[in-house]
Nanobody, 124 residues
Framework: QVQLVESGGGLVQAGGSLRLSCAAS????????MGWYRQAPGKQRELVAS??????????NYADSVKGRFTISRDNAKNTVYLQMNSLKPEDTAVYYC???????????????WGQGTQVTVSS
């Protein structure tokens, strides 16, 4: 069984910073892509940032709305992904979810696993 546990959410004033963490535990063979999504009330879940390891190079991708403010990173040894969020705006308020695409057993398909979500609230 695999479990993703998120932490780091909370309440912050506009212009402030937060750092989210998501650690995977359980029987894991390899993790391809890691990402952060968010869902605000009444809106669809959207991709915030993703990071994919190819060889020894990490490739990061960001939503236009967070470019230059958010930074995604990963620690493969710890099966953990981070999201550093700076210059936060009220419109960043949402529940943030991490997702990891992983193989639990060699030579098997990749499956997506989700965290439980962590609330980020930015006050104006």
């Amino acid at each position: 069984q695999v479990q993703l546990v998120e932490s780091g959410g909370g309440l912050v004033q506009a212009g402030g910073s937060l750092r989210l963490s998501c650690a995977a535990s359980g029987s894991i063979f390899s993790i391809n892509a890691m990402g952060w999504y968010r869902q605000a009330p009444g809106k669809q879940r959207e991709l915030v940032a993703s990071i994919t390891l190819s060889g020894s190079i990490n490739y990061a991708n960001y939503a236009d709305s967070v470019k230059g403010r958010f930074t995604i990173s990963r620690d493969n040894a710890k099966n953990t992904v981070y999201l550093q969020m700076n210059s936060l705006k009220p419109e960043d308020t949402a529940v943030y979810y991490c997702k990891m695409a992983m193989r639990r057993i060699p030579a098997t398909p990749v499956y997506d696993y989700w965290g439980q979500g962590t609330q980020v609230t930015v006050s104006s």
